[in-house]
């Protein structure tokens, strides 16, 4: 992968990428030799990265952070470093699925509730002809079944696993069995088999270009308020530091 410039938002290095570049990157993981991971942090992630060391730790060891949300987009322009654009895990996923379809390379769902990765397999095959999504696993698992599903992983070898269990279980589990998985690349993004499945509906296009998606998902779920605090909370972190000058920019 090309070295991409990174922005430092409150210790998190985000790739300044645009899609295009990260679909090429994500190719290049997959036809490169060893494990690699890609993590879709929003302003959620990055302010629970903020809080916790550990957590940041583990964020920034991923291979790649594609700016998933459009607070990451506001926050990189007070820091007077703007990102090329807001990089969606979900629109990732799906724009590397187009292309796998016609490559024959598989893939691996793990995570999100019973059912819903098997019905997010069938509608992928319908969308796609040629995709090969060689296996699926629910993402609620005791030991004993996690075993088992990384062994079926490893059995399977998929060319892109991706792993669906909400932040920040899908990126400390990534982290913590990157050495155990036989498979090039891992993407943690949440709750997108629940979308592709059809069991969540993502905002109207509008809303996404406006950067309002998180105002859809208030109006839909008006229970996520505590979490939509989150984002004036973030940044108003991030002028903070600005203000104070110890934010900077890699
Ligand atoms: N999930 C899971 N195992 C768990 C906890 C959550 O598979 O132990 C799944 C959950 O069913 C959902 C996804 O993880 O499909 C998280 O969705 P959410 O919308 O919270 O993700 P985010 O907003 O972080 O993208």
């Given amino acids: 992968m090309n070295k991409n410039s990174k922005i430092d938002i409150l210790g998190v290095k985000i790739d300044n990428i645009d899609m295009n570049e990260a679909v090429k990157n994500a190719e290049t993981f997959m036809n490169e030799g060893g494990f690699h991971c890609i993590f879709t942090p929003n302003s959620e992630i990055v302010m629970s990265a903020y809080k916790n060391d550990r957590f940041k730790e583990i964020i920034n060891s991923a291979d790649m952070l594609t700016p998933d949300g459009i607070g990451l987009v506001y926050a990189a322009k007070i820091l007077k470093n703007p990102l090329k654009e807001r990089v969606a895990g979900f629109d990732l996923v799906m724009k590397l699925f187009e292309n796998i379809s016609k490559s024959g390379k598989r893939v691996y769902f793990f995570g999100s509730a019973p059912g819903v990765a098997d019905e997010a397999k069938k509608k992928l ?102 979490r939509m605090m989150a984002l004036p909370k973030f940044l108003f972190t991030v002028i903070g530091k600005r203000m104070k000058g110890d934010n900077k920019n890699a």
């Avoid at 088992?148 to 399977?156: G, K, Q």
């Avoid at 982290?175 to 709750?191: K, M, N, P």
């Avoid at 629940?194 to 406006?210: C, E, H, N, Q, Y």
């Fill in 125 to 226: 095959e319908e969308k796609f002809e040629g995709i090969n999504i060689c296996g699926t696993a629910n993402g609620y698992f005791d030991e004993k079944r996690e075993k088992e599903i990384i062994e079926e992983i490893n059995f399977l070898k998929p060319d892109l696993l991706l792993v669906c269990l909400g932040s920040p279980k899908q990126e400390s589990w990534i982290t913590e069995h990157r050495s155990e998985l036989d498979c090039r690349l891992a993407i943690g993004v949440g709750g997108t088999l629940d979308v592709i499945s059809g069991k969540a509906k993502r905002a109207p296009d509008i809303f996404i270009k406006l950067g309002l998606e998180w105002f859809y998902r208030l109006l839909k779920q008006p229970a996520r308020i505590g």
